[in-house]
């Protein structure tokens, strides 16, 4: 004991000889950076003065401020960013889920505004934009150049007015234009439907509204079906979802996990880091899952992809997602505006970070382009098509029951709505068809 005790003490005096051998040259150095932060801060008063009382025109000082303010911010990556009061409460609006606008999700790249996704049901979706267009000009008026707060406040406007925006698309030889009638954006986050004997729980967003909507609406598909026995799968379809809160991603990925890692997210320092695990509990109770990602699926999105995906929980089919995997805290500023702040980054349970990477499906399936029907072909598929059954003095099959007859036209009812839905939504066609073939091979024994 003795021993020890002499050998911390002697560390203990090692240690306070080393600090003041090197606490000279340190010191010095941060009296340095200090001194170079105070005169860059001189610089900039003096720049603002000047603006201020010899530009060729007159300026508002709070305008001056505000944008030195956001060059700050988004100099640092494209998430950052100011928002003034006006900015804070429509962002608060859109977390509620309503809002002012077209309807589209949208980032920056090399100085242009890029789409990261439509929302389901909004004006921009039925105009046909796509996720990976390019915005150039807003009514005419170029965006290159513009802070994305700045580009966004462009394409804002009163419900119902006309916005001509230009876009250049890849594939496409030449921007075109589109005009679209801005409206109040209603966020539907979840959308429950049941295909076949498929619940299918389409993510449109992560709000606040998200976690407790799927939950409802998976809970009523079940009690529709009669239970969850006559439930084969479950496809949960977040294609074009933009993402959203965090916490609402980590609920979703937590609704189908027993356990393990969910998430981790780790800052600048490591004491910021933080890792959220699953709690037991499955709203599936074990039956199969397939999520639908493609290029518009971000951020929130992806961690409950990944997650999913890292614990073999789901079969992830589409294609690769949008990749955003940093985390933006939203700190709130005098005069109710608030900054938006790019404070870690988040990584799947596995260790690995998506960031513009994106979560790269199990299964890659595209959606194939709309081919336009011929007149020939049009004509083709309205003729009806004759078989056996169909003609005079027909034998009748006698092997079978009513009730057996019954079960086979129904089976061949919902192969044929399967066949439209091919047609209709060839990604999730697919997925049910997944879930399909896993339900006929019997759960693992």
Same mark, same amino acid.
């Given at each position: 004991m003795k021993k020890f005790v002499m050998a911390a003490v002697a560390g203990t005096v090692a240690g306070v000889v080393a600090t003041t051998q090197i606490a000279g040259p340190l010191l010095a150095q941060e009296a340095e950076k200090t001194t170079n932060v105070y005169e860059?801060?001189?610089?900039?008063?003096?720049?603002? &003065?000047?603006?201020?009382?010899q530009y060729v025109e007159d300026v508002d000082p709070g305008d001056l401020i505000e944008a030195a303010i956001n060059g700050m911010l988004t100099s640092l990556d494209p998430h950052s960013s100011y928002l003034s009061p006006k900015d804070a409460e429509k962002m608060r609006e859109?977390?509620?889920?309503?809002?002012?606008?077209?309807?589209?999700?949208?980032?920056? &790249?090399?100085?242009?505004?890029?789409?990261?996704?439509?929302?389901?049901?909004?004006?921009?979706? &039925?105009?046909?934009?796509?996720?990976?267009?390019?915005?150039?000009?807003?009514?005419g008026e170029s965006l290159l150049g513009l802070g994305l707060d700045d580009a966004v406040e462009m394409m804002r406007g009163p419900v119902g007015s006309e916005i001509l925006i230009t876009v250049v698309r890849e594939g496409e030889p030449e921007p075109f234009d589109v005009s679209i009638v801005r409206d109040t954006i209603q966020l539907t986050a979840v959308r429950a439907r049941t295909v076949?004997?498929?619940? /299918?729980?389409?993510?449109?967003?992560?709000?606040?509204?998200?976690?407790?909507?799927?939950?409802?609406?998976? &809970?009523q598909q079940i009690e529709d079906a009669g239970g969850m026995e006559n439930i084969n799968g479950i496809v949960i379809d977040m294609r074009n979802n933009p993402g959203g809160l965090l916490n609402q991603a980590i609920a979703v990925s937590d609704a189908f996990l027993e356990e393990g890692e969910i998430v981790s997210t780790r800052g600048r320092d490591i004491e910021d880091g933080d890792r959220v695990n699953a709690t037991p509990g499955d709203l599936a109770m074990g039956k199969p899952i397939v999520v639908l990602i493609n290029g518009g699926s971000a951020s929130a999105s992806e961690i409950v992809a990944g997650a999913l995906q890292d614990h073999r929980r789901a079969i992830v089919i589409g294609t690769k997602s949008f990749?955003?995997?940093?985390?933006?805290? /939203?700190?709130?500023?005098?005069?109710?505006?608030?900054?938006?702040?790019?404070?870690?980054?988040?990584y799947t349970p596995s260790g690995r970070s998506i960031q513009a990477l994106g979560v790269s499906p199990d299964i890659v399936v595209a959606q194939p382009p709309a081919a336009p029907e011929t007149e020939e072909d049009e004509a083709l598929s309205a003729r009806p098509l004759r078989s056996e059954a169909d003609l005079r003095g027909r034998l009748n099959n006698d092997s079978l029951t009513d009730d057996q007859i019954k079960q086979i036209e129904d089976d061949r009812e919902k192969a044929r709505k399967a066949a439209e839905l091919r047609e209709e939504d060839y990604q999730l066609a697919y997925a049910i068809d997944i879930l399909k073939g896993l339900s006929a091979l019997g759960p693992n024994e």
């Open positions: 860059q801060l001189d610089l900039f008063g003096d720049i603002f &003065e000047r603006i201020r009382a859109q977390t509620r889920g309503e809002f002012g606008g077209l309807g589209i999700e949208v980032t920056q &790249e090399e100085g242009f505004v890029k789409v990261v996704s439509p929302i389901d049901g909004t004006p921009a979706a &039925e105009a046909g934009i796509e996720a990976g267009d390019f915005i150039t000009h807003v009514d076949g004997n498929t619940a /299918v729980l389409r993510l449109t967003t992560f709000n606040e509204q998200t976690y407790p909507k799927m939950k409802e609406g998976l &809970e990749g955003k995997g940093s985390v933006q805290t /939203v700190m709130p500023l005098r005069g109710d505006g608030a900054m938006r702040l790019t404070t870690a980054r988040y």
